[in-house]
């Protein structure tokens, strides 16, 4: 697909581009534009209001992605790209990804953006992730989500979600029957919070039929082994869930055995594969070797199962990695180098397993 990139820091010459792909695909000069990337440009509420001629025009049709990442939209900038995007106007049929990762979204601008998704049915992959709106308009995403027909990645890593928000990420996950991959990453929720996900995704604790989520992403939330036991529950129900990431989320012994005995345990022909630990500190190398095992043997007989060379995870049209902004953050992988435990020398040799 074609793709527009802009590296300038203004919002003229971003506006510029778009005028510039708009003349190109009117004249048949250049084919159709896919994906329009302006990620790090620091846009502002102006930039944004300076693309409008060109999103609302036939030219942005065929656009699938629209990268604004990095481009400090603040609430004012997220109000007019839920108004000017997620309400889809004349331009905008095709798009299905729209990244507004760490654009300074808080309270109001997210409750716009929820609000403006409640009435898209196209959007299949949204990233809010490293803004700071917290628990406020969490309703309105819970309505925006319930019954939607396409969305099918949403990620919200690091936007100040606590334990009272558990109840409203529960309803995400049992109200979207398209979602497929969930981004909790580094927010605070603990055990409470794990056991609401876990029970959203057995179908309420077996109340109805487990949902299509196949990755969950809790990574650098202190669920210790008491959410983990939860979690274990969830895998062992055999429904769609491929991937459970718990990095850095204070396991220890207990709860590396459990999810290991829940792989165990779960349906021959069941979909989970992956249980990512990497800094569980209590836990022995013995526990996470055995961890690694299991995925490996899940991995390894789902691939065959599929007549597949290789087992591949669930594929994202955004970067896990919160530098892919080219704004220094703390690394929500920053455990993954090491593969190995506290207290001896890395295991080696296991693709797509879980380690310390």
């Known amino acids: ?6 590296s300038s820091t203004s919002s003229s010459s971003s506006a510029a581009a778009a005028s510039g792909a708009t003349a190109g695909s009117t004249s048949g000069a250049a ?17 944004v209001r300076a693309l409008e001629p060109f999103l609302s025009s036939s030219a942005a049709g065929s656009l699938e992605a629209l990268y604004l990442d990095g481009c400090e939209l603040a609430d004012a900038g997220a109000a007019s790209v839920g108004a000017m995007v997620l309400d889809a106007g004349a331009g905008l049929t095709s798009l299905r990804v729209l ?5 300074g979204i808080k309270a109001g601008g997210a409750r716009s953006l929820f609000a403006a998704l409640r009435g898209n049915s196209s959007i299949t992959a949204l990233s809010l992730a490293r803004n700071k709106f917290g628990a406020l308009g969490m309703a309105d995403l819970v309505a925006a989500c319930r ?11 690091t936007t100040g979600l606590t334990e009272h928000c558990s109840d ?3 309803a995400i996950v049992a109200g979207a029957p398209a979602l497929r991959g969930l981004r909790l990453a580094k927010n605070d929720f603990k055990a409470g919070g794990a056991a609401a996900i876990a029970r959203a995704i057995r179908g309420g604790g077996g109340k109805a039929a487990p ?10 939330n202190p669920v210790k082994d008491s959410g983990a036991a939860s979690l274990a529950h969830a895998v062992r129900a055999g429904g769609a869930l491929r991937i459970l990431r ?3 989320c204070s396991l220890e012994s207990g709860g590396v055995a459990e999810l290991t005995h829940a792989l165990r345990d779960a349906p021959a022909g069941g979909a989970a594969c992956l249980i990512e630990v990497h800094r569980a500190r209590g836990a022995p190398r013995a526990a996470m070797a055995a961890l690694a095992d299991e995925c490996l043997r899940r991995q390894q007989a789902h691939a065959a199962a599929e007549g597949l060379d290789r087992w ?14 080219g704004r220094a953050d703390e690394d929500l992988d920053d455990g993954a180098a090491s593969e190995g435990s506290g207290d001896g020398p890395p295991v080696a040799g296991r693709q797509c397993s879980s380690f310390v």
Do not use: I, K, Y
């Not at 697909?1 to 802009?6: C, D, T």
């Not at 084919?31 to 930039?47: F, I, K, Q, W, Y």
């Not at 591949?312 to 902004?325: C, G, I, K, R, V």
């Open 1 to 6: 697909s074609s793709s527009s990139s802009s």
């Open 31 to 47: 084919p159709p534009l896919t994906s329009l990337r302006l990620s790090a440009n620091p846009l502002s509420v102006a930039g």
């Open 99 to 103: 990244d507004l990762t760490l654009d």
């Open 147 to 157: 019954g939607h027909p396409s969305l099918a990645l949403l990620d919200l890593s």
């Open 168 to 170: 409203s990420v529960a």
């Open 211 to 220: 949902t299509a989520l196949q990755e969950l992403d809790l990574q650098f």
């Open 246 to 248: 718990l990095s850095g």
């Open 312 to 325: 591949e995870p669930l594929a994202w049209p955004f970067d896990m990695s919160p530098n892919a902004t």
